[in-house]
T-cell receptor
Framework: GENVEQHPSTLSVQEGDSAVIKCTYSDSASNYFPWYKQELGKGPQLIIDIRSNVGEKKDQRIAVTLNKTAKHFSLHITETQPEDSAVYFCAARNSGYALNFGKGTSLLVTP | NAGVMQNPRHLVRRRGQEARLRCSPMKGHSHVYWYRQLPEEGLKFMVYLQKENIIDESGMPKERFSAEFPKEGPSILRIQQVVRGDSAAYFC??????????FGPGTRLTVT
């Protein structure tokens, strides 16, 4: 089955700096890659996603890039703010229905 | 527009009891997914249902766990004879067709 690896497991940045989280996947049939933000005690919130026919997608301060050949995708957050502090999960889905999640990155943005 | 609703938010059960977790999908969504999250781990897929049908239960333990999504009412994840290892956060997600999955706030199950 699909195996999704996510790095780093923890990331600390200063407010205003950029943060980058990277994921790799194993199943070349995967074609949908969402990113979720989870705050303490809450459910995962979809923040951005990308499909395999696109190499990059941007939404304000958040961008995602996909390299199908290398089977990796990344989340980029620019101009980080303290409210960006949370756990971020990447996921991959092939032709099925299940999302296969990475183990998460705990992002801390310090003022 | 209400999001995915789950209840209860917290559930405490003694070993051997039954746990029932309920999920109401977003309005207009007919696809429901259940995931389990252990501490410090990502979410693991358990089961995918449409109204009155289980489509994929490949992530569901073979024993003690069952799920349903009846024609009327919420989807229910049922765990019989709970054990300590069942303690986790259980999340429900919903979607239209095979589109984006939106998650509920989760049910945190503690087995004592």
């Amino acid at each position: 089955g699909e195996n999704v690896e996510q790095h780093p497991s923890t990331l600390s940045v200063q407010e205003g700096d950029s943060a980058v989280i990277k994921c790799t996947y194993s199943d070349s049939a995967s074609n949908y890659f969402p990113w979720y933000k989870q705050e303490l005690g809450k459910g995962p919130q979809l923040i951005i996603d990308i499909r395999s026919n696109v190499g990059e997608k941007k939404d304000q301060r958040i961008a995602v890039t996909l390299n199908k050949t290398a089977k990796h995708f990344s989340l980029h957050i620019t101009e980080t703010q303290p409210e960006d502090s949370a756990v971020y999960f990447c996921a991959a889905r092939n032709s099925g229905y299940a999302l296969n999640f990475g183990k998460g990155t705990s992002l801390l943005v310090t003022p | 527009n209400a999001g995915v609703m789950q209840n209860p938010r917290h559930l405490v059960r003694r070993r051997g009891q039954e746990a029932r977790l309920r999920c109401s999908p977003m309005k207009g969504h007919s696809h429901v997914y259940w995931y389990r999250q252990l501490p410090e781990e990502g979410l693991k897929f358990m089961v995918y249902l449409q109204k009155e049908n289980i489509i994929d239960e490949s992530g569901m333990p073979k024993e003690r766990f069952s799920a349903e999504f009846p024609k009327e009412g919420p989807s229910i994840l049922r765990i019989q004879q709970v054990v300590r290892g069942d303690s986790a956060a259980y999340f429900c997600a919903s979607s239209r067709e095979n589109y984006e999955q939106y998650f509920g706030p989760g049910t945190r199950l503690t087995v004592t």
